[in-house]
């Protein structure tokens, strides 16, 4: 590393640089039923570096960029021609002008994490432990999973002196779990993201994937439903909170495709339902995107950048930042929605169809176009509650944001915490 | 122009063959797989543009051993001390193995590879060196295109440009195997970007990819005034009535079924896991009688193409579906010996990082003999699919969602002027494909611009497409 910094400033073809080194060991068992398939473990280190090159036309101020790769296999020959040939290519990027990261004295939270003493073969084998211990259970099994625990130590550097590096654990289980129904046997998949070992959540995520499975074997495809009242839970929720960090975005505001301004409301319209309440949170428990620094070395600090749909600020990494004339808040990747009053239950008063599984739903943050197919539902007609499949939703996040509904309950998703449930009205099912 | 193999790895090929031979005095199978991808981006638009190296860069290695029950890996990335990579092997085998049976774990038993003596090389043809371009001009072209689309409508907020130059040098070296490849492809894409008050932000994009090179360039041009007057169309959409209506899908979309429904669905490592309900419908009717699908590096010149695929087996061309009937699966090395099939050379990898699974090459449905204006003339109420933005498969419960771009209204066999977006077209892949009934004769349109996952990871390159297909298809 002391090589590529002393070529970078000696280079007269680099006005600026910014360096971000990433060692990753990894840990991973592949499962099939309780037999393991493979293992395999990995040790690599990347090395990203852009170069800057600022330079001045009719008296306007342009900064151009380009990131290069270094291998670790890499001659400093070869180094040194990756960065001139980057450099070069960053002489003809002509983008306004903006000002790199700065160093600052502040103190980083140490990021708590099981994994950073002992073997991780160890770990890993608690966790798969933890996993098989709740198989078998509603007349469903555990297909398939795998288990992956990745140590990443990252340093972030740049030319003004930013200097910095802190170490996070990237943990992931792929969960596939199976029921044997009357006609045929289905399965759900279930990702789980986290970065300490918390074997209760593990042991309740199985338990309830295993349950919604041993549910699906019993729905029947949905009929075509219109106007009925919808009820999101899990990722979906995150999903479609998306779409309100995205309209918040110093980068959208910028390039033109958010229009929201400080002050405004997000949400369109009379606004009869909850109100989106949205806090950037740099650490939160249990998350593999918490960190103190992003990825151009900018300390990170909590900040509430929507409160009650008004929009108190964007949310903006420095050079989005320095373009808008705003405080940069850095790219935190936590987010914290507030929960509404309603309890589930009371949500749950008249018919509604709360949908457990999709296919894949997608928010589109930039048209606010939402909806994907329907793997596992319930519907409740106002008398019975019907397991339902098939079929699939969709909708515009304008047409129902003045009446949504947010549940008082919470659940925390990774980088995401949040109401457990969404109430939209006024869906349209497609089904038979 | 024949692609060359990068010197990196010409350099290293011997050091690496010693690897292979020093571990083999221990396992009784050992394979490494060397990788030197090297790319870059290119981005233009209104409000800024960018350079940089491409994300399918990668130069590493991964080894693969037998550990007498099944297979155990390693990847890395520096050379500095082979003793440590060969202790490292040794480790993950014997410690790790040992500790995991000791806590209880079962190992899952596959037999032998049993290879054939084979030396190889290829490379892929191109016309202009993209690489031998200068980033000036470059960006000088993709301006050019930007500035153009920017005056097809006074409501564009941005007319974006991307492209990207890849050169893949692999390297597969076993006991028995001493194989190397060198592709170049290279995508473009145009993202029209409108924004009117009354109908919110509108985009739509098209894309160009292939085993070019520089020459690329040429057809982006044709691309402007598809892509921007979908997006002035977009702007009048209407929400679709949820139902089910008569279908054609355009080139695009058909890859994009043939793909999640049918290319996922027969991806063998699923049917080790018993996660596909393709495995029992093998020989069985799955589509109708118009349907041939194909997957195969070999299947077709596009991104998905290969001499060898991620685990040193040779590439090759599988029909899928042959008139109706599931013909046969695509499959990866291990799950064919667990199979006790022949493997089909689809076992890829994300990144010499990441295992490998049974993947998707290029995945196709094979043209048909009717004419598009008779499969127009023949709808009487339903829409023309055009363009997508994402799909997802389920090969265990046969689901299908596509999100598809937009659709153009067709009544009485004419286009009515009416276009709905967005749309969701869902339902169940049998159902689906068996109300195929018309099939065009144009010409096989494959795209390669994206990528594909498997469940939300393990990306890879892959090229789908078809002709135009005419179907009963649910939308939402």
Redesign the interface.
Same mark, same amino acid.
């Given at each position: 590393m002391k090589n590529i910094i002393e070529l970078l400033n000696i280079k007269s073809n680099v006005d600026e640089y910014k360096i971000v080194v990433s060692t990753v060991s990894?840990?991973?068992?592949?499962f099939?039923k309780?037999?393991? @398939?493979?293992?395999?473990?990995?040790?690599? $280190?990347h090395i990203n570096i #852009?170069i800057y090159r600022n330079f001045v036309e009719n008296d306007i101020k342009f900064k151009g960029?380009? /990131? #290069?790769?270094i291998?670790? /296999?890499?001659s400093m020959d070869e180094i040194s021609k990756k960065i001139d040939t980057?450099a070069?290519?960053?002489s003809?990027?002509? &983008?306004?002008f903006y000002n790199l990261v700065d160093p600052t004295n502040d103190v980083p939270t140490d990021l708590p994490s099981t994994f950073k003493e002992g &073997?991780p073969?160890?770990h890993i084998?608690n966790l798969? $432990?933890d996993i098989f211990s709740e198989d078998n259970q509603f007349e469903a099994f555990i297909?398939?999973c795998e288990f992956f625990i990745n140590k990443k130590d990252i340093r972030i550097l740049n030319s003004k002196g930013v200097d910095v590096s802190y170490t996070v654990y990237d943990g992931e289980i792929?969960l596939?779990t199976?029921a044997n129904g009357e006609k045929?046997? *289905?399965?759900l998949?279930d990702?789980l993201n986290f970065s300490d070992y918390d074997p209760a959540w593990i042991k309740e995520t199985v338990k309830d994937s295993l349950y919604k499975s041993m549910l699906r074997t019993k729905a029947v495809p949905i009929s075509?439903l219109k106007d009925i009242p919808v009820i999101l839970t899990g990722e979906a929720v995150q999903d479609f909170f998306s779409y309100y960090q995205v309209k918040a975005a110093a980068q959208m505001i910028?390039?033109?495709?958010s #229009?929201v301004e400080i002050g405004d409301m997000v949400q369109q319209g009379e606004i009869k339902g909850d109100l989106v309440t949205a806090t950037l949170k740099p650490y939160i428990p249990n998350s593999s995107k918490s960190r103190s620094y992003d990825d151009d070395g900018f300390f990170l600090k909590e900040i509430t950048i929507i409160k009650d749909s008004k929009l108190l600020g964007y949310y903006a990494q420095k050079r989005y930042a320095d373009y808008l004339g705003i405080t940069p808040t850095g790219g935190i990747q936590n987010i914290e929605i507030n929960c509404g009053s309603t309890s589930i239950d009371d949500l749950k008063k008249g018919p509604y169809l709360e949908l457990l599984n999709f296919?894949?739903f @997608?928010m589109?943050p930039? /048209?606010? &176009?939402f909806?994907?197919?329907i793997?596992l539902g319930i519907y409740f007609d106002g008398t019975l509650e019907i397991p339902v499949?098939?079929?699939?939703?969709?909708g515009?996040a304008?047409d129902v944001e003045g009446n949504m509904l947010f549940s008082k309950e919470q659940q925390k998703l990774n980088s995401f915490i949040g109401p457990k449930f969404i109430k939209l009205n006024n869906i349209? *099912?497609?089904?038979n | 122009m024949k692609t060359k193999l990068s010197t990196f790895l010409i350099s290293k090929r011997e050091i690496l063959k010693e690897l292979v031979t020093d571990l083999n005095t221990e396992f009784k199978y050992v394979s490494l797989l060397g990788v030197d991808t090297i790319g870059t981006t290119y981005s233009v638009s209104k409000r800024g543009s960018s350079v940089g190296d491409s994300n399918w860069g990668e130069r590493g290695f991964v080894i693969r051993v037998y550990n007498g029950a099944n297979y155990s890996e390693y990847s890395f990335n520096t050379l500095n001390n082979l003793e440590d990579v060969k202790n490292k092997v040794k480790s993950i085998v014997k410690n790790d193995l040992e500790l995991l049976v000791k806590s209880g774990t079962k190992l899952m038993e596959f037999p032998l590879i049993n290879e054939e003596e084979m030396t190889k090389e290829f490379h892929t043809d191109y016309e202009i060196d993209p690489f031998s371009i200068s980033a000036e001009e470059k960006l000088s072209k993709m301006t050019e295109l930007m500035n153009i689309g920017l005056t097809k409508s006074k409501d564009f907020i941005d007319f974006r440009v991307n492209f990207e130059e890849v050169k893949i040098s692999k390297v597969f070296i076993s006991t028995k195997k001493d194989l190397s490849q060198s592709i170049l492809y290279t995508n473009m894409s145009l993202i029209a970007i409108g924004n009117k008050a009354e109908s919110g932000v509108k985009y739509d994009f098209r894309g160009l990819s292939g085993l070019k090179g520089f020459e690329i360039f040429d057809g982006a041009l044709l691309e402007i005034d598809r892509v921007s007057n979908s997006v002035i169309q977009l702007f009048d959409a209407k929400r679709i009535v949820p139902g089910d209506y008569e279908i054609i899908c355009d080139p695009s979309v058909s890859g994009l079924i043939a793909h999640e429904a049918f290319g996922h669905g027969v991806e063998m490592d699923m049917f080790v896991k018993n996660r596909a309900k393709g495995e029992e419908f093998l020989g069985k009717q799955v589509a109708s009688e118009k349907v041939n699908m194909r997957d195969g590096a070999l299947s077709g010149d596009e991104v998905g193409t290969y001499l060898f695929d991620d685990e040193g087996t040779l590439g090759t061309d599988t029909l899928v579906i042959e008139k109706s009937i599931l013909n046969s699966g695509i499959s990866d090395l291990l799950s064919a010996l667990k199979l006790g099939t022949v493997p089909t050379g689809n076992g890829r990898r994300e990144s010499f990082e990441r295992k490998a699974y049974a993947r998707m090459t290029n995945t196709f449905f094979e043209p048909g003999e009717d004419s598009l204006e008779d499969m127009i003339k023949s709808v009487k109420k339903g829409y023309m699919l055009e363009g997508y933005f994402s799909g997802m498969e389920d090969p265990k419960n046969w689901g299908i969602q596509c999100v598809i771009a937009k659709g153009r209204e067709i009544i009485n066999g004419e286009f009515s002027g009416n276009i709905v977006s967005p749309i969701l077209l869902t339902g169940y892949v049998p159902d689906l494909l068996k109300s195929v009934s018309m099939v065009s004769k144009t010409p096989l349109e494959l795209s390669g611009g994206g990528a594909c996952g498997k469940g939300y990871k393990e990306w890879v390159k892959t090229s789908t497409g078809g002709t135009y297909i005419k179907a009963i298809g649910r939308l939402g």
């Open positions: 990894s840990t991973e068992l592949f099939i309780e037999e393991l @398939q493979m293992n395999r473990s990995k040790d690599v $280190k #852009t960029s380009s /990131t #290069t790769v291998e670790p /296999t890499m980057a070069l290519a960053a003809f990027v002509k &983008n306004q &073997n073969i160890e084998s798969v $432990k297909n398939s792929e596939i199976e045929e046997s *289905i399965e998949f990702v075509a910028y390039q033109k495709i #229009t296919s894949d @997608q589109d930039l /048209t606010g &176009n909806g994907g197919e793997r499949t098939l079929g699939s939703i969709s515009v304008k349209s *099912i497609a089904g | -």
